[in-house]
């Protein structure tokens, strides 16, 4: 597998945990918004966990485990908001 093509479901990833958490920081009732230090470092710990199908090889193709990844990404931020609220 080419080295681009491993990088890309990573940058996949990451964008979604950093757009997911804007989202979920949005819900809140915040008079001043969402705050981006704070998204960035919700992000973060969500990211590494949704790490976790990529890097240990579940034997699925490459699409279905971006695809859970990122199932495990929204999953994490729905219990986080239903947690937190």
Do not use: C, H
């Not at 890309?8 to 918004?33: K, W, Y």
């Not at 960035?40 to 034997?59: D, E, K, N, R, T």
Request: proline fraction near 8%; hydrophobic fraction near 60%.
């Amino acid at each position: 597998m080419p080295l681009a093509s491993r990088k890309i479901p990573l940058l996949v990833l990451g964008i979604t945990a950093i757009v997911l958490s804007g989202i979920t920081l949005r819900l809140f009732n915040d008079p001043e918004g969402p705050n981006l230090l704070v998204a960035i470092a919700m992000a973060v710990p969500v990211y590494l966990v949704s790490l976790a199908p990529s890097l240990f090889g579940f034997p699925v193709i490459t699409f279905k485990r971006l695809l859970l990844a990122i199932s495990v990404q929204i999953l994490l931020f729905a219990g986080l908001y239903f947690l937190l609220s």
